[in-house]
């Protein structure tokens, strides 16, 4: 979810993508309902592999594959490499192509979107 609150809201039509991941949650309002946050995301996740999505773990985005004016893709580094001097790295960022790229982060929000990431 990225952010550290224990319970997460789902607007209606969401409460279909939890009947379906198998994860309990409260009607709090008409059209509103509240799962437990780590719940949702670690169920959202296993779903995911177990439909054949690959995660790239310790790696970091740093921008998009365009072809033919739509995002194909996503240029990754190891994280590792962003806290090391530039003079001393060596490790070129991988781009990587996809039919669907999810991004589970705010990182290609911000990048896409309009406004500026510090008025969220």
């Known amino acids: 979810m990225g952010v ?4 997460t809201n789902r607007p209606r039509p969401g409460e279909r993508i939890l009947d379906e991941i198998g994860v309990p949650y ?3 309002q008409d059209g509103l309902f509240v799962a437990d946050g780590p719940h949702v995301s670690s169920k959202l996740i296993a779903s995911a592999l177990d439909a054949g999505a690959k ?4 790696t ?4 998009v594959v365009i072809r033919d004016g739509k995002v194909a893709g ?4 190891w994280t590792p490499v962003s806290a090391l001097p530039r003079a001393i790295t060596c490790v070129d960022p991988v781009a990587l192509e996809s039919k669907i790229v999810i991004d589970a982060t ?3 929000q911000w990048l896409l979107n309009p406004w500026k990431k510090e008025e969220w």
């Open 4 to 7: 550290p609150y224990e319970q």
């Open 26 to 28: 409260k009607k709090v």
């Open 55 to 58: 995660v790239v773990n310790m």
């Open 60 to 63: 970091k985005f740093d921008d």
């Open 74 to 77: 996503v240029v990754i580094n």
């Open 106 to 108: 705010d990182t290609m």
